[in-house]
């Protein structure tokens, strides 16, 4: 029972530790999209307020003012998008700079210095020449070939500029009126980034609005919610593991216990004494489980870190709070309290003649019964102490409890069934029977716990691969690299046409017109109180609005019908993200400004948008009818392998308006980002393994001795080596076999549910969960319950009879 | 009969002897075999249809019938005709209406005689049994007593028995006092 507390305790001090630590990263790489933790963006500059507050709060702070506008180069003018970044800049991730496009890149740790200018690739020509920025001239020194909040706004048109932000008021580019974008970035650990932005949110001005990781781009925050649900299960799942050693090695000790407090009961001992020796040697008992595990599990960071490390290209961030180390000791005291003492309290009240003469009794149907809910009782309190009011974490609690209630019963059924199933005549057989029969609740026990274990471990198995698996379809090999935006209409066939040609693939095209939300039920957006706080980036900006006949890829109507017919009302479908920030429902009617005009329509319908498949994905779409004569330019994806991209310098000659936008970048980050959410996913997965194999363990442990007993018997009637092999072999088989059917069938369903519910991915009946539940468990089980047995083949059975 | 007070060794002995113990020093000799060099497994394979073995607290195989017990040592040894040796021997000790009865709804005495059974249903030429009374009041120990004379008598099976009771030790043939791990004499 120490070593099951032990390991418990060490289980939640590491899971909660690594996946701290692994969260703060992906966090910090997510921030990398921002530059920054934090990012307070405005068209006017931002109050001194929030620096100072910023500063008091131990924050990182840095500024960047954005805008475009016309440089001169040799007196001709070019469109771009200037960027002037303060100190600091960027606080999270790197720019990356080179001397021209073949040559090696550097990684400044600042931004440029006074006087100096880098230069978008575009602009690579130019590189060395003066570079008129205003009244001010500037020598463009270094190529920008990345930049970390670049990815993040997918519709930077215009070629970057990237300069000083103490050069920028002598360049006179800013005047009253100057449509400029200040963005103030922060950084620092998640509580100060979280308090700062308690205190920030009531103080945010109209036009101002925070981005962080969480407003970041919605591929992003998929990949993120989704790493962060799946690290939750595993804990979940990994304590039920834990929990589940605690719950069989606590059945055992009480059963070796109860012996010992029927002769002292028997001379008199009173239960009260008993009960306060038995309350301080479990409280002994957590002190030093406290202490060992937290040890233990403090101790097992480290292989992760050296394992993670040199795939991560950095260290993992530290976690500098006590809450893992107070939650684990605590998770412990709850879970010794609860599996425990009502075995134990249920010995010390137990009549000594029924401990020396066992009888089967209504007690202890009711005394199974309090070991059930009391059982269950833990397990929720650990669960609220891991994982607040996670839905997910009730989910997985009511998986495991019918899972928990199901299995002995189905295990008790079979074996009665296999007891009377007739006379059998071949010596194993029924030697095999009759032991069932004589140990049926061990063999109950010990089927029902590996099977929870195994069924958590393939619970974990299922969700990890269909998220693996989900992540791959989502950035397949041909994925669009390239948006072509900026399409004009009567150009559109022509360009697909080319493109064709030169047999690279491209999305369907889809026009784009720029609007802004003006009313939602005829009420002006600036004077809903929206309970979202996302909603603000959504009402304060303009956003594209399509129209299409056809339901666009990856997109799947959740409410309402998709716009349909020959000549459809007018209407919008919203993206099921929008409809929730806005609090949007069907037949709501939306109101939109494209330029001087208003429209407006009701709701039909709310989509579903795989924004990760990095083709034209859009919030709102319109019937063809209601935006077909606004302004209008038009957008589609491609996959420009190096090979095309001759043929594209020719496409772009015939068009020299289109716009072309690399999204590899992004791409390349959320890749990133799933290839090391992967190996955290296969660290956990090993961690359960290990948890699991421990309950194995300690499932075989009980039954052991009265093994070891009877095949010591066998011995002194004569057994040989084979016949002792083929007793354990037969049972442990015959086990794994129930076990490995019982847990892949309970985890297909959970997985299942567990995948559409709370992971939103298309789950997949897989053959391979049967095969793994059955083979493994009849694996395991007849390897590591032979290997336990092994002692009495070469221990004299008087020695075992006489024990 | 090996006779001696408790903890003085004599169960110690009984396994040595019969080949269930290991012995840490001095030559072992069962049946014409030296058994201090070998195994368990060759132990076992030198016990095997030759040794039979009673103990004090009957040693049965829980969850199976009297029947079932009596056949265990007899499939073991791979003879075919294992049902109609358990049921004869069986009837001898006169539990054949219990046969189809679970052990551990026998009372002691019947234990003890589904025991007896069990050693003599392979037939052995050597029984070994460890204080067969022990657990049992003084009638039904007796009868215990009775029947394995009884067995012995028709079988010719050598009989090496350890108790503490005198009256049950008078009707050994030679006797054997141990104290504290030492023969004290043998007659």
Not at chain 1, 29 to 57: C, F, I, M, N, T
Not at chain 1, 280 to 308: C, N, T
Not at chain 2, 145 to 155: A, N, P, S
């Amino acid at each position: 029972m120490l070593i099951a507390t032990i390991i418990t305790i060490a289980i939640v001090t590491a899971s909660q530790l690594i996946t701290q630590r692994i969260g703060l990263l992906l966090d910090r790489q997510a921030s990398e999209l921002l530059a920054a933790d934090l990012v307070v963006a405005s068209s006017a500059p931002l109050a001194q307020s929030y620096r100072e507050k910023a500063g008091a709060e131990g924050l990182n702070v840095a500024t960047t003012i954005s805008m475009r506008t016309a440089i001169f180069i040799d007196d001709e003018p070019q469109l771009v998008e200037l960027k002037a970044a303060g100190a600091g800049y960027p606080l999270r991730g790197q720019l990356e700079t080179a001397r021209d496009l073949n040559a090696e890149k550097q990684r400044p740790k600042q931004g440029p210095s006074n006087g100096e200018v880098w230069i978008d690739t575009r602009l690579s020509a130019q590189l060395g020449q003066s570079i008129l920025l205003g009244k001010q001239s500037f020598e463009a020194n270094w190529l920008l070939t990345f930049e970390p909040d670049r990815g993040g706004s997918l519709f930077n048109l215009a070629p970057r500029v990237l300069m000083n932000l103490d050069d920028l008021h002598d360049t006179g580019l800013i005047i009253p009126g100057s449509r400029v974008r200040c963005r103030v970035l922060f950084s620092g650990s998640g509580d100060q980034i979280n308090r700062f932005r308690r205190w920030l949110k009531p103080r945010l001005q109209a036009d101002e609005s925070i981005q962080d990781i969480e407003t970041a781009r919605p591929e992003m925050r998929r990949a993120l919610e989704r790493t962060r649900s799946f690290f939750a299960l595993s804990i979940i799942l990994t304590l039920v593991i834990a929990m589940v050693a605690i719950a069989i090695t606590a059945s055992y000790t009480a059963g070796r216990e109860a012996p010992k407090v029927a002769i002292l009961r028997a001379f008199g001992i009173a239960q009260t004494r008993l009960v306060g020796f038995y309350l301080r040697e479990i409280g002994k008992l957590w002190i030093i489980a406290s202490l060992v595990g937290i040890a233990f599990g403090w101790l097992s960071q480290f292989p992760l870190q050296w394992a993670l490390d040199g795939w991560f290209g950095r260290e993992l961030p530290q976690v500098d709070t006590m809450q893992p180390f107070l939650v684990a000791a605590l998770v412990g005291l709850v879970s010794l309290a609860g599996f425990c003492l009502p075995y134990l309290l249920s010995v010390i009240a137990t009549p000594p003649m029924q401990v020396f003469r066992p009888v089967t009794s209504r007690r202890s149907l009711k005394r199974n019964v309090l070991f059930g809910v009391s059982a269950i009782v833990t397990v929720f309190l650990v669960l609220i102490l891991l994982m607040q009011s996670s839905l997910l974490a009730v989910v997985t609690l009511g998986v495991i409890l019918v899972a928990t209630l199901m299995l002995p019963v189905i295990f008790g059924l079979l074996i009665r069934a296999l007891l009377f199933s007739g006379n059998h005549r071949f010596w194993l057989k029924r030697y095999l029977l009759s032991r069932l029969r004589s140990s049926t609740r061990a063999a109950i026990v010990v089927m029902s716990g590996f099977s929870l274990a195994l069924l958590a471990i393939l619970m974990i198995a299922i969700v990890k691969d269909e998220l693996l698996a989900a992540w791959d379809t989502q950035l397949p090999d041909d994925i669009p690299n390239y948006f072509l935006i900026n399409l004009a209409r009567e150009d559109v066939p022509q360009i697909r046409q080319s493109l064709e040609q030169q047999a690279i693939a491209s999305s369907d095209p889809y026009p784009l017109v720029r609007t802004r939300l003006a009313a939602i039920n005829g009420v002006p957006v600036a004077q809903i109180a929206f309970a979202d706080p996302r909603a603000s980036n959504l009402v304060n900006h303009t956003f594209n609005v399509s129209f299409s006949e056809v339901l666009p890829d990856d997109n799947a109507i959740i409410e309402g019908q998709w716009i349909a017919g020959e000549n459809p009302t007018n209407q919008f479908s919203v993206e099921q993200g929008m409809a929730e920030r806005l609090a949007i429902k069907i037949g709501d009617v939306i109101a939109l400004s494209v330029g001087a005009e208003t429209i407006e329509a009701p709701v039909s319908s709310i989509r579903t948008v795989l924004w990760e498949n990095f083709k034209p994905n859009f919030y709102l779409i319109a019937n063809r009818r209601l935006i077909e004569h606004k302004p209008q330019t038009w957008l589609l994806s491609a996959r420009i392998e190096d090979n095309n991209k001759p043929a594209l310098k020719q496409l772009l000659q015939q068009f020299p308006a289109i716009t072309l936008l690399d999204v590899s970048i992004l791409m390349a980050r959320i890749q990133a980002i799933i290839d090391r959410a992967t190996i955290a996913l296969e660290f956990f997965f090993l961690f359960a393994l290990a948890s699991a194999f421990i309950v194995l363990l300690a499932a075989i442990q009980t039954g052991k001795a009265e093994r070891q007993k009877e095949s010591a018997l066998l011995r002194a009637l004569s057994a040989q080596n084979r016949q002792l092999y083929s007793v354990h072999v037969l049972e442990f088989t015959l086990m794994g076999l129930l076990v490995g059917f019982f847990a892949a069938l309970f985890a297909s369903l959970a997985g299942w549910l567990i995948s559409v519910q709370f992971f939103d991915i298309d789950y997949h009946f897989s053959p391979t969960t049967w095969i793994y539940g059955l083979v493994s468990a009849t694996l395991v089980l007849t390897i590591a319950g032979t290997m336990v047995s092994r002692k009495v083949y070469n221990i004299s059975p008087m020695k075992i009879l006489r024990s | 009969m090996i006779q001696g007070a408790s903890g003085s060794g004599k169960t110690t002995l009984l396994g040595l002897m019969a080949g269930l113990d290991q012995s840490s020093s001095g030559d072992i000799i069962l049946l014409g075999e030296d058994l201090t060099s070998k195994n368990e497994e060759q132990r076992a394979r030198v016990r095997a249809g030759r040794v039979g073995f009673v103990f004090q607290s009957f040693q049965l195989v829980q969850g199976a019938t009297a029947l079932q017990n009596v056949m265990l040592p007899i499939e073991l040894g791979g003879k075919a005709d294992a049902f109609e040796l358990a049921c004869k021997h069986l009837q001898e000790v006169g539990l054949e209406s219990k046969a189809d009865t679970l052990v551990e709804q026998l009372s002691g005495g019947e234990q003890q005689r589904v025991s007896i059974a069990r050693a003599f249903a392979v037939e052995p030429t050597i029984l070994f049994a460890d204080e067969p009374t022990g657990n049992l009041d003084a009638k039904t120990g007796k009868q215990i007593t009775d029947l394995m004379f009884r067995l012995r008598d028709q079988t010719g099976t050598t009989l090496v028995l350890v108790t503490h009771e005198q009256s049950l030790a008078e009707r050994g043939d030679v006797h054997i006092q141990i104290e504290s791990g030492e023969l004290l004499n043998a007659d």
